[in-house]
């Protein structure tokens, strides 16, 4: 299955305005990672991107995760872009 990388960019005061959004964000990471689609996501440690990795079926699915994602509805996260990855090592 292809592997995607996303990188994203946070909204100002990002570590603020997330509170109320957190649990339900983390707790559909977690899901993520149990299906196996999300390898890995965090933020820059300046909290101005956030840099996912995900296995996934196509760029479209992982668009549609990152759009249902708290963080993007209430625009934690206020951009993103896909790229199709090739893991060399």
Not at 29 to 42: A, F, N, S
């Amino acid at each position: 299955m292809p592997k995607y990388i996303m990188w994203g960019s946070y909204c100002e005061n990002a570590i603020e305005k997330r509170t109320p959004y957190r649990q339900a964000h983390l707790e559909g990471l977690k899901r993520q990672k149990q299906e196996g689609i999300l390898i890995t996501i965090g933020p820059t440690k300046d909290n101005t991107k956030v840099f996912g990795i995900y296995e996934a079926e196509s760029a479209n699915a992982v668009a549609k995760l990152i759009e249902a994602d708290p963080y993007w509805k209430n625009g934690i996260w206020t951009e993103y872009e896909i790229k199709e990855w090739i893991q060399a090592f």
